[in-house]
């Protein structure tokens, strides 16, 4: 399974980003990768859940930093999750990585609970 993050760049605070994640591979399909998920990493922090969605259902779960401001989505024909990212605030700075489960282990709040991650793409809001 291969994931490329894509979408990053500089913007400024209010402004909107939308970044996508592309999932391929042999061993890929929205039926076996149930869980998509996108976490972020601030310079001298840890990475942190953003947002995750179950394939089937579109069922989705936000970290409080971020509810009410951006909204993931996915794409089922083209293996595609997308993060739209409204309202943007400096402290949002951070290299957003996407990453996928098979199956929601631990919570999809959590690292652990992901198979695959993408190289991440960085994500600078200047205030």
């Known amino acids: 399974v291969q994931l490329q993050a894509y979408g990053g760049g500089l913007v400024q605070a209010g402004g909107s980003l939308r970044l996508s994640c592309a999932a391929s591979?042999?061993?890929?399909?929205?039926?076996?990768?149930?869980?998509m998920g996108w976490f972020r990493q601030a310079p001298g922090k840890e990475r942190e859940f953003v947002a995750a969605?179950?394939?089937?259902?579109?069922?989705?779960n936000y970290a409080d930093s971020v509810k009410g401001r951006f909204t993931i989505s996915r794409d089922n024909a083209n293996n595609t999750v997308s993060l739209q990212m409204n309202s943007l605030k400096p402290e949002d700075t951070a290299v957003h990585y996407c990453?996928?489960?098979?199956?929601?282990?631990?919570?999809?709040?959590?690292?652990?609970?992901?198979?695959?991650w993408g190289q991440g793409t960085l994500v600078t809001v200047s205030s």
């Open positions: 591979g042999r061993t890929f399909s929205s039926y076996a990768m149930k869980y």
């Open positions: 969605i179950i394939w089937s259902g579109g069922t989705t």
């Open positions: 990453a996928a489960a098979r199956y929601n282990r631990y919570g999809l709040e959590l690292r652990r609970t992901y198979d695959y």
